[in-house]
């Protein structure tokens, strides 16, 4: 190839290939569809979806190649959401609005071309799920900075839907504005926390003097600006994408490592991946005795289970001074040295989920 028309033809042919093989692996997973209609196997597999790209990533390691590990899984995740929409179209619910980091979340997993339902509140995500209106949904659990999201956990505590995956995913805003210029910029909106996780960008660029105009979301903040040319929004980049707001800086936190953990809910089991993680409630039978939590995470000790977390919170019962407990370990609740535990406290826990472990 000497010329650069050369190299486009080159790239066209090879883009054909590509359609091509796709469209083959598309009438194999119309097939998978079919098996997974008559025996009523579940659609999304994370450990499968992670293991295709684990062994890509090798792969492409191994032979040299250009496309690192990120770049595959941004790649398939998509190619897996096409799939899936083959498969069987189903409906995901989020907390919103569109354009919400949750939003971005699910769409991270999902792809852009599944059927999504934005609703707002937590609660109404879950009943979504449980009365089936939607086969998904995906809800925040935790941050890195502002900790856990007690709402989350007081209906997992008191619902028939299971986890099935989790995600990590950093939380970075951008500075989007139709404005041809940072002078013209009269008024930004955001969420109120945005101006304060974003001061220092503000005072660098001589913004913090501009009006600071709070909103409910940072998808409004998008919706805002991009009816007013002297407005800008500090906002998800999906937000501005949706509403067609150009960015102008991204990433322009204070902090970089801001992560915001995720739940994806449905109704089925994962198998066993061997990279696994579970969530369980534990009500204890004498939670007011002396030592009752220690000598109930010491059974896990004893069968070497590592604790990733535990989180208490009232338990709303009856003793107005009792709590519960939400943990998660590594591991699958069907390995057997789980279910060793498990069905000693059976009637003190309960089951959330078990799932491949999400990278952060």
């Given at each position: 190839m000497k010329t650069l028309d050369d190299c486009r033809v080159?790239?066209?042919?090879?883009?054909?290939?590509?359609?091509?093989?796709?469209?083959?692996?598309?009438?194999?997973?119309?097939?998978?569809?079919?098996i997974k209609?008559?025996?009523?196997?579940?659609?999304y597999r994370p450990e499968r979806e992670k293991a295709i790209i684990d062994r890509l990533a090798n792969k492409s390691l191994e032979d040299g190649g250009l496309i690192n590990k990120a770049a595959i899984e941004a790649l398939f995740l998509e190619v897996f959401a096409i799939s899936r929409n083959l498969e069987l179209p189903e409906k995901i619910a989020y907390l919103g609005p569109e354009g919400?980091?949750?939003?971005?979340?699910?769409?991270?997993?999902?792809?852009?071309?599944?059927d999504y339902l934005s609703l707002n509140s937590i609660y109404s995500v879950f009943k979504s799920v449980e009365a089936g209106r939607a086969k998904f949904g995906v809800v925040p659990i935790e941050n890195s900075r502002d900790g856990v999201v007690g709402e989350t956990l007081d209906f997992l505590a008191n619902t028939t839907v299971k986890i099935v995956a989790e995600l990590y995913m950093?939380?970075?805003?951008?500075?989007?504005?139709?404005?041809?210029?940072m002078n013209a910029i009269t008024k930004i909106y955001s969420k109120d926390k945005g101006f304060g996780q974003c001061r220092e960008f503000l005072q660098e660029h001589g913004?913090?003097?501009i009006e600071q105009?709070?909103?409910?979301?940072?998808?409004?903040?998008?919706?805002?600006?991009?009816?007013?040319?002297?407005?800008a929004a500090i906002c998800s980049h999906i937000a501005a994408k949706l509403y067609e707001v150009p960015v102008m800086f991204e990433n322009i936190q204070d902090t970089l490592d801001n992560t915001t953990r995720f739940f994806i809910l449905s109704d089925f089991k994962n198998a066993i991946s061997k990279n696994d993680k579970t969530s369980i409630v534990v009500r204890l039978k004498n939670a007011t005795s002396s030592g009752a939590l220690v000598n109930?995470?010491?059974d896990f000790e004893k069968k070497k289970i590592n604790l990733s977390k535990i989180e208490s919170r009232p338990s709303r019962d009856k003793d107005e001074f009792g709590y519960i407990f939400f943990i998660d370990f590594y591991g699958h609740i069907d390995e057997e040295h789980i279910k060793k535990v498990t069905e000693q406290h059976a009637n003190e826990l309960t089951?959330?989920?078990s799932y491949v472990k999400g990278e952060h």
């Open positions: 080159a790239i066209d042919t090879i883009d054909n290939e590509l359609l091509e093989l796709l469209n083959k692996r598309m009438k194999v997973v119309e097939r998978v569809g079919e209609h008559q025996d009523g196997g579940a659609i919400s980091f949750t939003h971005q979340a699910a769409e991270s997993r999902f792809g852009a071309m599944s950093p939380i970075h805003v951008t500075f989007a504005t139709k404005a041809e210029s913004l913090d003097e105009i709070p909103v409910e979301s940072t998808a409004k903040a998008a919706i805002l600006a991009a009816t007013d040319k002297n407005a109930f995470l010491a089951w959330l989920g």
